[in-house]
Each structure stands twice: as structure tokens, then as C-alpha cells.
């Protein structure tokens, strides 16, 4: 299977999007040991393609991260983006909104976020919390100055899918490629998650028990993601639905779709010109007759 099959598998159509039918726990039809040799493949080549990018200083690549708690964003952010150049990746932990956030519309945090020509940002958590945590929680409009019983009327997300499609096609016109995963995990996985933080004191301080509270809301999420997903995944800014219940094939996957990406963009290390060439020899000269 090729990075594009894999693309094409966990790629979100915008029609009829059905989150219950995607396995969370499908691999593709590989072994842990093949996928271990695709994705170092692809991190190689990975790191290749982000040298490239860099040095050309063009374009960029906003990769965002979006999950239910438990799925492994930072687990897959560590593994497939660490081996990067960190002068060219920028990451960013969206939590709770401060007050100057809410003092502002909901995109213009994201917005200040956003990587430079040249680099690779990473929003852990996005401008989707929007239309996902504020949806299933409508009673936070209410810090934003917005009446929550807006949030009952269709017209209300519908407007929200329309600024957020409308903002990353901005953003793909001006250079920055948008791709998007959403880490899918089952609800059996993620409470064996949920168990083994609390059976490990290394990992104490990652259980919340307000993030088990949520599981409470789990079919509130499901339809939230499933509607926000099939909303705004276009063609210039895609989502993949990622299976999430393999942590190994997790990272794979999305090791390999973003080097499609990459490849897409045909980064390419930047041409002298002759000046520049002759002014390169002449330093060159200096440097040998020393």
C-alpha cells in the first residue's frame, strides 16, 4: 500500500460522514514489524522534505491535531515530528481560552500561531475546539459575550464551518497548506487508557478525572466531530480520519500522509544565480589561500 492508498483510505469525503464505520482499530492489512520499517522510511524522508522547505522559505504546512482524550496526539506529535530540525517546527498547545482570547473573535489565537514561510506548525488541539467542545458544551459562549441559546439553531454552526472553511482557503492561497487528523479512538480503548494512567504513578499526572466526567458525553462528541469534519474537509484542506486504537499504526499513518503532502509541495533547496555563484567562488578562493 503507497502513502496515497493510505491518504485515500483515511481521507474524509464531504458527504455522509459516519464516524461508527471507521475501525478504530484498522492497520491497513499490516504487521507492527512492517509498519515499523514504512515509517522509518517516511521519517526520513520526512526530514528531507522538511530541510527543503525550510531553505526555500515559500510555503509552509499547518498539521493539526484533534482527539477525544487518551488518543495519542502527543504520543504521535513526539514520534513522527521530533526527529525534525526544531528551527523549522512550531508547536502549539491550545488549552482553555485567557481572557484576552475571549476578548478577541475565536480564530485570532490561531491565527497569531500560524508557522512562518518556510516552517511546519503543529496545533495540538485548534480553532476546531470551536465547533466541538463549544458545541457539545454550548454554555461557554456565554464568556464570549454570545448568547448559548444560539448555539440551538443550525445557522449558528453552519456559520462557524463557513468562517473556518473560508479562513484555511485564505491560508492555501497565501502558501500555507492545512492538513488535518482527527486521532479516532474507541471508547473501550480509551477507558484501558484512562486505567493504565491510573495503575502507573509515572503517569499520575496525566490522568484527569474531569476527562473521564467527559465520557459521559461521548455520543455528543461523536456527532460533533462527525459534523465538523464532514463541513469543512475540502480538497485544499483535507482531513484523515486516523485510527487510533494501535499507537504504532497510528504514527505510521500519519507519518506517510503527511510526506504525500510534502511530496505535493515539491519543496525545493533554492538556485544561486550567477552572481551569487561567482561571489560563492571568490569567498571560496579567499578561504583556500588562507
Not at 482499530?25 to 514489524?33: H, R
Not at 448559548?148 to 485564505?170: L, M, N, S, V
Request: hydrophobic fraction near 40%; include cysteine; charged fraction near 30%.
Amino acid at each position: 500500500m503507497t502513502r496515497m492508498d493510505l491518504a485515500d483510505r483515511y481521507r474524509v469525503q464531504p458527504k455522509d460522514l459516519d464516524l461508527a464505520a471507521h475501525d478504530c482499530g484498522d492497520t491497513a492489512s499490516l504487521t507492527e514489524e512492517e509498519s515499523a520499517k514504512r515509517r522509518e522510511q517516511d521519517l526520513e524522508r520526512l526530514d528531507a522534505l522538511q530541510a527543503q522547505l525550510y531553505a526555500a522559505g515559500r510555503r509552509s504546512l499547518l498539521v493539526v491535531f484533534q482527539a477525544l482524550d487518551a488518543a495519542g496526539k502527543g504520543g504521535t506529535m513526539s514520534p513522527v515530528m521530533g526527529g525534525l530540525n526544531p528551527q523549522g517546527v512550531h508547536v502549539t498547545s491550545f488549552k482553555q481560552p485567557t481572557a484576552t482570547e475571549l476578548a478577541h473573535d475565536w480564530l485570532w489565537r490561531c491565527q497569531l500561531a500560524l508557522p512562518a514561510r518556510g516552517e511546519i506548525g503543529i496545533f495540538n488541539r485548534s480553532h476546531y475546539e470551536e465547533v466541538i467542545v463549544v458545541r457539545v458544551h454550548p454554555e461557554y459562549l456565554a464568556a464570549r459575550g454570545i448568547d448559548p441559546a444560539e448555539a440551538d439553531g443550525k445557522k449558528f454552526w453552519k456559520h462557524r464551518f463557513k468562517d473556518i472553511t473560508t479562513w484555511e482557503r485564505h491560508l492555501h492561497r497565501s502558501g500555507t497548506q492545512v492538513v488535518k487528523f482527527f486521532l479516532h479512538v474507541s471508547k473501550e480503548e480509551q477507558r484501558e487508557r484512562f486505567l493504565a494512567r491510573a495503575g502507573d504513578t509515572a503517569k499520575h499526572w496525566k490522568f484527569s478525572a474531569g476527562d473521564v466526567a467527559e465520557r459521559g458525553h461521548w455520543d455528543a462528541y461523536q456527532a460533533a466531530y462527525g459534523a465538523a469534519l464532514e463541513a469543512t474537509s475540502t480538497d485544499h484542506s483535507p482531513w484523515y480520519v486516523i485510527p487510533a486504537d494501535h499507537k504504532w499504526f497510528m504514527r505510521t499513518a500519519v507519518a506517510a500522509i503527511l510526506v504525500d503532502h510534502l511530496e505535493r509541495m515539491d519543496p525545493a533547496f533554492p538556485k544561486l544565480s550567477r552572481q551569487e555563484k561567482a561571489e560563492m567562488r571568490e569567498a571560496v578562493a579567499k578561504l583556500q589561500a588562507e
